[in-house]
């Protein structure tokens, strides 16, 4: 028994060091923290995804409210309605008031909202002369003229990048017709002195070619009229003009 007793204890104190009594971990209770509950109306928005690039982009600038351009062109005759029986007896009727010409005008433009421009222009044109037969007769013509209208534009599209619009005006021309009459080559009547300043207007169709913040650029077609009297002379001048313009914002 001593034996068995003297065993045990030095089994005891041989064992190693790395044994320890067991003693067990101390629990910790987990807090509850109860999950509070908002009603989804009051919930607040979930956080909004990155805009796309696009919505990045500049707005477009404001229009600039003034115009003032310079246009050049093509001027074609399109009549002449003389009452000529002063001049031709027993005759009236259509005549050309020159060949193919040019002219130019300048013309300021305050863009009073996004359909509608108002100004003032001032233009001239200048007609080579024509030469025709009328009545067994040979009239040569050439014309000039000088025009001061109030002027505008009628914007049909105005929410379109090309803009299309009505320009028109009314005002006043001054204008002066030189003819010669021929019978057989001899020259019968010399028109040289017919000069007069008459109501005048014109309507067309423009289309914006190109505009940036600063400058325009538009082709215009339009179809002029004017009425002269002067010396028992009466007569209702048209032509037709093409004509680019240019301008600049501001």
Known sequence: MKKVLWAV?????????????YAPSQYVPVQYVPVQYVPAQYAPAPAASAPAAAEYETAPAV???????????LVIPAGLSLNKGDIVPGTDGDVKA??????????????????????????????????ENYYGYEIKTK?????????????????NKNLVYVPFGVGFVQGELDGDIYTGG?????????????????IGLGVELERTEESLISLEARYHMAWFRKSGISATYSYVSIMLKAGGLF
């Open 63 to 73: 229009r600039k409210r003034n115009l003032f351009s310079l246009g050049a062109g």
């Open 9 to 21: 204890c030095l089994a005891v104190l041989a064992a190693p060091s790395w044994a320890e009594p």
């Open 143 to 159: 014309s000039q003229t000088l025009h001061g209208m109030i002027s505008g534009r009628l914007y049909v599209n105005p929410n």
């Open 98 to 131: 020159g060949g193919p010409g040019g002219g130019i005008e300048l013309q300021y433009l305050n863009f009073l909202n996004e359909r509608f421009a108002l100004g003032v222009e001032f233009g001239g044109t200048v007609l080579t002369e024509e030469t």
């Open 186 to 202: 001899v020259k019968r009547f010399v028109l040289n002195d017919f000069s007069d300043t008459a109501p005048a207007g014109y």
